[in-house]
């Protein structure tokens, strides 16, 4: 007897059956997930998502059930409409990229586990009926590969992936290892020196780092066992960390054993000797320190340097002496271990949310007061500003006109202009944002446009609980060092300002291998930012493509250190320079054959 054969009208009438039912299930899944499961569109305090840990706690059994069958019922309802093109599963398709999560499942067992998941690249769309402020955590890509190559999002995800892609380093690598020649150029070993260099390190934490990295160098120019530095206590932050706060002493010592010799505290009996207090000439090459300095040993046992910012020239100095400022600032110059600590939880739970920027946004009161921006304040806060740059008797310059400031690139962006150029780079509003910075000056009324931009803003305050800050709050140079840890680690680093800190996390970064660091042009930018004022440009696709534009080698990728700017002389010719630690190539950084 012949097998009856399906009539194609029972055919139809059963995939339509079956798309009803499956569809039914799916977007009764995405109500209950979105709307019940996950019904926040804003960043919770990150202290209170799960702590890291190697071990996976997996939610009920019940629950991931469910969910796997969303996710399944989600790639079986796009098969069905890639066959049958029914708009049941074209509305679906429509629904599912508007939730902007390609994997819900994640999202769930992040927030219900104590585990990590580093499962790579963190996926999203672009297109659909609108982007969703969630966060975006790893996914599951076993579940979503197939739906994906189905939908076909290639573009959206190609230029997703462009946001975070770091540049090229082509094949430049950090070369710090000291020549053969190094012990016997300079002194035979570390252990006999002629005397003892005590350090005065001046400035904020970025600051002083340099400048111990400096001294270092110093003293083995000069044949000095280094004494451990003291941190500046007077400084506009009234810090009273010890070195040992904020480094790890003992790796400094062991770090440049071969080095430099380095003790903890001078020797009892020439604590009572007179020093030789010296300022330093600021930017000093090798004749200087070897003609000038060493031979106040003769006089003296313990030369005492006033100040350590800026003593030592940017270039034309020995290979080895840049090789060893390099060791010193990139690696002896470890933080404290509690710091490291805290510093790499807080890079952990900022991971939760996906791939982040770490914006340096120095929209601080002392940075604006010593500035004198004003750009964008109110009379009272201008005020208030001129008022403490008065005040402060080591900052020389009182009478600043903030629109000539602005207009040179020499200001701060704030931060409604630091939220338009980062949209205009073309992150999507549910980027994670970490705000490495103090006191942000104004509160959130400054903050407020940046917000409505990019709600998953982050801080430290907001990453760690007050009982874990609490050891840290009252100390400048340790909280900053936290937000340094972060802006290092960090898939983009964006600072709004070319100060100390951004200096040095953008040469550390590219020290590490070229980490995405993009570099506003801040006077391009006022001109852009002012035509909007004006009217006569608007955010959109134009502006965009122009920021685009400008800053498409403004990336961290390889080049080497910019010299004097053309035409100056004197001090100014070495202050034009670009910084040593900012840009480390070629003295520490060489190209290695393929």
């Not at 705000?435 to 509160?443: E, L, V």
Request: hydrophobic fraction near 40%; include cysteine.
């Amino acid at each position: 007897m012949q097998r009856r054969r399906s009539t194609p009208t029972a055919l139809s009438t059963f995939w339509w059956t079956l798309m009803c039912a499956i569809g039914a299930i799916a977007v009764a899944a995405l109500v209950v997930v979105h709307v019940v499961l996950l019904p926040s569109a804003t960043a919770p305090d990150a202290f209170k998502l799960p702590q890291a840990s190697p071990s996976l706690s997996l939610p009920p059994f019940p629950f991931l059930l469910f969910l796997v069958l969303y996710d399944l019922s989600s790639v079986l309802i796009l098969e069905a409409w890639m066959k049958k093109k029914s708009i049941l599963g074209l509305g679906f398709v429509a629904f599912y990229k508007c939730s902007h999560t390609p994997c819900d499942i994640a999202r769930f067992v992040l927030l219900f586990s104590n585990a990590r998941l580093d499962t790579g690249e963190t996926r999203t769309s672009s297109g659909g009926c609108g982007r969703s402020h969630r966060p975006n955590f790893p996914s599951f890509p076993f579940l979503h590969k197939r739906a994906f190559l189905m939908v076909g999002n290639s573009k959206g995800d190609f230029e997703f992936a462009k946001l975070w892609k770091s540049p090229s380093n082509r094949n430049f690598m950090h070369c710090v290892t000291p020549n053969s020649s190094y012990l016997r150029i300079y002194f035979s070993a570390p252990s006999s020196s002629r005397g003892f260099l005590l350090v005065h390190a001046n400035g904020g934490l970025n600051q002083m780092r340099a400048g111990i990295s400096d001294m270092v160098a110093v003293a083995r120019l000069i044949d000095a066992t280094l004494v451990i530095p003291r941190l500046d206590k007077r400084s506009f932050w009234h810090d009273s960390s010890n070195f040992s706060d904020v480094f790890d002493e003992d790796h400094f010592i062991h770090a440049l054993a071969n080095d430099v010799k380095v003790v903890k505290k001078l020797p009892k009996k020439l604590r009572m000797t007179t020093n030789a207090v010296v300022h330093f000439r600021s930017w000093s090459g090798l004749d200087y320190y070897q003609s000038e300095i060493s031979p106040m040993w003769n006089n003296h046992q313990v030369i005492k340097a006033a100040k350590s910012d800026s003593r030592l020239a940017n270039n034309n100095l020995p290979a080895d002496i840049q090789k060893l400022r390099c060791r010193a600032f990139f690696q002896a110059l470890r933080f404290a271990p509690k710091i490291e600590a805290l510093g790499k939880l807080l890079v952990e739970r900022m991971r939760f949310y996906g791939p982040f920027i770490a914006l340096h946004l120095r929209y601080e009161k002392d940075m604006l007061a010593f500035s004198g921006c004003t750009y964008g304040l109110s009379p009272v806060e201008s005020d208030e500003l001129a008022r403490i740059r008065e005040n402060v008797s080591y900052w020389k310059i009182k009478d600043i006109v903030s629109q000539d400031q602005r207009a040179k690139g020499y200001c701060p962006l704030t931060p409604k202009e630091v939220a338009i150029f980062i949209s205009s780079l073309g992150y999507p509003p549910n980027t994670p944002i970490y705000i490495a910075a103090g006191s942000i000056y104004g509160g959130n009324s400054h903050l407020a446009h940046l917000k409505s931009h990019f709600p998953i803003l982050l801080s430290k305050e907001k990453l760690a609980s007050a009982e874990e800050l609490k050891p840290f709050r009252q100390y400048a140079s340790q909280m900053a060092a936290l937000d340094y840890i972060v802006s290092l680690e960090s898939d983009v680093f964006i600072p709004s300002y070319s100060g100390n800190m951004a200096r040095a996390v953008e040469g550390h970064r590219r020290f590490l291998g070229h980490r995405k660091t993009i570099n506003p042009d801040r006077k391009a930018l006022v001109h852009l930012f002012d035509k909007i004022n004006r009217g006569s440009l608007r955010e959109g696709r134009k502006l965009s493509n122009i920021i685009s534009e400008i800053h498409k080698r403004r990336q961290g990728s390889p080049r080497k250190r910019k010299g004097p700017a053309t035409g100056s002389k004197g001090v100014e010719r070495f202050r034009s320079e670009e910084a040593f630690y900012e840009n480390p190539l070629p003295d520490c950084l060489c190209q290695q054959q393929p």
